[in-house]
């Protein structure tokens, strides 16, 4: 489940999963969410790429992750279709991206960064995951 949350000139998402892997998959689409709109069919593969991350916690495991995804995109105008997290612990992911180019008309909000204003991932009371995450436009 994605939400997301209006924040004073900058956008965050609020994510609910059974998972941590799905948490991290639901966040990288609440992501493309808030950077693209696109109004095609086809979207061709044009490159495959493997993700290796670590870090301290998983709340900069999770920071880490979303600001690769947003490298992919200002370095080779890259988003994606397909996420298969290979392994992922509370400070290791390694995730394999199906890349495609966006058209310059897809794109509707340039995002500089994943912050860590505000930033939380932890575990509810029903046993979900649940993150929240604030973006720099």
Do not use: Q
Not at 13 to 27: C, D, G, H, P, Y
Request: a negative charge.
């Amino acid at each position: 489940m994605i939400e997301f949350i209006d924040h004073t000139a900058d956008v965050g998402i609020r994510v609910k999963a059974k998972s941590l892997e799905e948490l991290f998959k639901e966040a990288a689409y609440g992501l493309l969410n808030i950077m693209f709109s696109f109004e095609r069919d086809s979207f061709p593969l044009e490159e495959e790429v493997l993700i290796k991350l670590s870090a301290e916690d998983p709340e900069e495991l999770l920071i880490a992750w979303l600001n690769e995804l947003i490298y992919l995109f200002e370095s080779k105008y890259y988003a994606f279709r397909n996420i298969k997290i290979m392994e992922i612990t509370e400070t290791t992911l390694k995730a394999k991206v199906e890349c495609f180019k966006v058209r310059k008309e897809e794109v509707v909000c340039y995002v500089k960064s994943a912050t860590y204003h505000n930033l939380s991932l932890h575990r509810t009371a029903d046993g979900f995951y649940e993150a929240t995450v604030i973006f720099d436009i």
